[in-house]
C-alpha cells in the first residue's frame, strides 16, 4: 500500500507509519471508527506521547462525544502511542486480545450504561469501572475457536451486505425503469389501442389538456388579467404513444405555493 499500513482490527487503522516507528492511535468524537494519525515516536527522547499500547494491546476510547451511542474497541497490529483519551490493555498469557476485544464489544451497551461517568463536559468512561466489568472466560482454546467462528460468521455478515448492496443498486435501477416505461405508455396497454379494439372513441391527451386550459380559463376570479399557463417545449424532444401529449406542470396545476408564497399567475 505504499508507506500505509494497517495497525488495527475492528475499528482502528493506521494512515502513515512512515515518520516514525510508533504510531498515534487516537479516538474521533463524531466518528463511528478511532484511527491512527501520524507517527509521533521515533524512539528518542522528544516523545509527545509516552504511554504506549504494545502489539496486541486492546483499545477502548474512554473519553469522547463518541460514546454516547457507541463504545469503540480495538486491536493493536504494531505498537501505538494513545493520549489520555483511549486506554490499552494488554492480556495476560493464555487470554486472546481478539477474544477479549468480542466480548467486550458484545457487551458494550452494559459498559455505556453502567461503566459511564456522569456529569461531565465530554462523555467518559470510568476506568476502574470498566476494569472491574466481568466478561465470560473459557480456555485458551475454547477462545481461540470462538474468535475464529465469529470471524467466519462476519466474513459471511459482510459477504451479505456486499450482496444486498448490489441487489439494492438493481432495485433502484429497476425502479427507475419501470418509472420511465410508466410515463412513456409501454408499462400498460394504451388507452388509444383499448379503444381500437374495443371499437370505442377516447379522450386524447391533447383534448384533456384543452379541457383543462378552458376550464382553468372560465374559472379564473382573480382580478388580475388572466394569465395563459406555460406550454411544454418538449413536442420535439420526447416521442409520446399515439393519444398523448406532452404538458407542463405549470399547465396541468390550479395553484402553485411555497409556503405562504403563492406562485400561481
Known sequence: MG?????????????????????????HEGRRNMFVRRSYYGGGTNCRWSITGAEGSVLFVTR?????????????QLPVTINQDLK???????????????????????????CSKHD???????????LDFEIP???????????????????????????????????????????KAAVEGRLVPIEAE???REGRGYETGAELLQRITEERRQQWKRRSKY???????????????NGWTIASLDQLSSKITSGSRDWSP
Open 227 to 241: 394569465s395563459e399557463s406555460v406550454e411544454g417545449d418538449l413536442f420535439e424532444k420526447i416521442v409520446v404513444p
Open 3 to 27: 508507506g500505509r499500513k494497517h495497525a488495527f482490527q475492528g475499528e482502528c487503522r493506521l494512515l502513515d507509519e512512515r515518520h516514525g516507528s510508533v504510531g498515534f492511535a487516537e479516538g
Open 137 to 179: 472466560l473459557v480456555d485458551l482454546e475454547g477462545q481461540q475457536r470462538i474468535v475464529a467462528e465469529i470471524e467466519k460468521q462476519f466474513s459471511r455478515l459482510d459477504e451479505a451486505v456486499a450482496n444486498l448492496k448490489r441487489v439494492k443498486a438493481n432495485l433502484k435501477r429497476y425502479k427507475a425503469a419501470v418509472l
Open 64 to 76: 469522547s462525544g463518541i460514546l454516547a451511542h457507541t463504545f469503540p474497541v480495538a486491536i493493536t
Open 120 to 130: 461531565t463536559t465530554v462523555a467518559s468512561i470510568e476506568t476502574k469501572a470498566l
Open 194 to 196: 383499448l379503444a381500437h
Open 88 to 114: 490499552a490493555l494488554t492480556p495476560k498469557a493464555g487470554i486472546s486480545p481478539k477474544y477479549v476485544a468480542h466480548a467486550v464489544r458484545g457487551a458494550s451497551r452494559r459498559i455505556l450504561k453502567e
